[in-house]
């Protein structure tokens, strides 16, 4: 079963417009909403995380965008760059010591 | 301060062949996890450990998988006898875990074939 659906597959985007990538939950007892990005040949590493206390958390040009009523989270990269290019990974889990149920990924690429 | 270390980065090995993954966690964690990823499963968990002791290897696909952590330091993955189904990027990840969830750490991975 798949426990965090992460949409779409693969995005390309211009210069300098905006990326959006989505995930989907099942578990409402998720508490913890993580993104990982990975660039070829490198581990995932996280680069921004968010909690449901809150409906949005931004860190410089990445934001997430947290619905939870509808069991939804986004990420939005603004004035998106070439150096974005990467496979994001969103995740989840239960706080304590539960591990990270990642969506499969999304490949991005910003072209010039 | 080094990252998670992960040898060896590719191996290629023939069917049959017994395969061993190594992972050093980096200084004072506590917690590994050992992922598998493919284009088709993203990235899955295989087993995670707490302080040395296996928590759930509900992940691992078969008997042919076992991992090991002798130390608090290190840990294996070894596939006997490997098959070509098995071939992915196997990371090891890391974490300081004191109640809250704790930021995983990944090694770069080693990329297996098998032939």
């Known amino acids: 079963q798949q426990q965090v659906k992460q949409s779409p597959q693969s995005l390309i985007v211009q210069k300098g417009g905006i990326s959006i990538i989505n995930c989907a939950y099942e578990n409402t007892a998720f508490d913890y909403f993580p993104w990982y990005q990975q660039f070829p040949g490198k581990g995932p590493a996280l680069l921004i995380a968010?909690?449901?206390?809150?409906s949005e958390k931004k860190e410089g040009r990445f934001t997430i965008s947290f619905n939870k009523s509808a069991k939804q989270f986004s990420l939005h990269i603004m004035d998106s760059q070439p150096g974005d290019s990467a496979t994001y990974f969103c995740?989840?889990?239960?706080?304590?010591?539960?591990?990270?149920?990642f969506g499969k990924g999304t490949r991005l690429s910003v072209i010039a | 301060d080094a990252g998670v270390i992960q040898s060896p980065r590719h191996e290629v090995t023939e069917m049959g062949q017994e395969v061993t993954l190594r992972c050093k966690l980096i200084?004072?964690?506590?917690?590994l996890f050992w992922y598998r990823q493919t284009m088709m499963r993203g990235l899955e968990l295989l087993i995670y450990f707490n302080n040395n002791v296996p928590i759930d290897d509900s992940g691992m696909p078969e008997d042919r998988f076992s991992a090991k952590m002798p130390n608090a330091s290190f840990s294996t993955l070894k596939i006997q006898p490997s098959e070509p189904r098995d071939s992915a990027v196997y990371f090891c990840?890391?974490?300081?875990?004191?109640?809250?969830?704790?930021?995983?750490?990944f090694g770069e991975g080693s990329r297996l074939t098998v032939l």
């Open positions: 968010i909690r449901p206390d809150v």
């Open positions: 990840a890391s974490s300081f875990r004191q109640g809250g969830t704790g930021e995983l750490f």
């Open positions: 995740a989840a889990s239960l706080s304590g010591n539960t591990p990270l149920v």
């Open positions: 200084s004072g964690h506590n917690s």
